[in-house]
């Protein structure tokens, strides 16, 4: 991951943070910091859904919530953040909706935002400048409702949110 990409993941991260944001995180290979019954470093192999609880970010690390019925991977994530052993921000990917993703009520909300300052726009109808009435009330809008404000999903730094993953879709 290149440093813009970074600063811009870890920008979303911290406004969305408020909002329940959920996402994966995926973990494969050796695991250094734990032995299993034998003495031997336990092998992981797994993905998981988690709720960012928090963000450290001069270390970049990530305190996550598993959401999982496995009660052992959930305790896993637990005692290895415990542990002291985070997640960082390379390792999670973020649950976010694609704009083309809004329901009808959310367009009529979205559209209670804005208006038109020109009226002549492209071939759909688009104004070609908009003015946003309260900035910051829209801001917590696109937040509460995960829609990927930064562009996360086409530079592949978030996901397409699942199906049901947040309770209002």
């Not at 305790?75 to 953040?81: L, N, P, V």
């Not at 909706?97 to 009808?104: F, G, K, N, P, V």
């Not at 688009?126 to 530079?155: Q, S, T």
Request: with cysteine; glycine share 4%; proline share 2%.
């Amino acid at each position: 991951m290149n440093e813009k990409d970074k600063k811009d993941l870890k920008t979303a991260l911290c406004i969305y943070l408020p909002y329940n944001l959920k996402g994966k995180v995926t973990a494969t290979g050796v695991d250094t910091h734990h032995v299993d019954m034998e003495g031997f470093y336990s092998e992981v192999d797994f993905d998981v859904d988690v709720e960012l609880d928090s963000i450290n970010v001069d270390t970049e690390e990530l305190f996550v919530r598993a959401i999982t019925d496995n009660e052992d991977l959930y305790e896993y994530i637990y005692e290895t953040q415990s542990d002291g052993i985070l997640w960082t921000i390379e390792e999670f990917m973020p649950y976010l909706r694609s704009w083309d993703s809004i329901t009808e009520k959310e367009a009529e909300e979205y559209e209670s935002f804005i208006y038109p300052l020109f009226e002549e726009g492209n071939s759909q109808g688009i104004p070609a400048v908009v003015k946003v009435d309260n900035m910051d009330k829209f801001i917590e809008w696109i937040c509460i409702h995960k829609l990927d404000y930064f562009g996360l999903i086409k530079r592949k730094l978030a996901l397409e949110a699942k199906e049901n993953i947040y309770e209002f879709i």
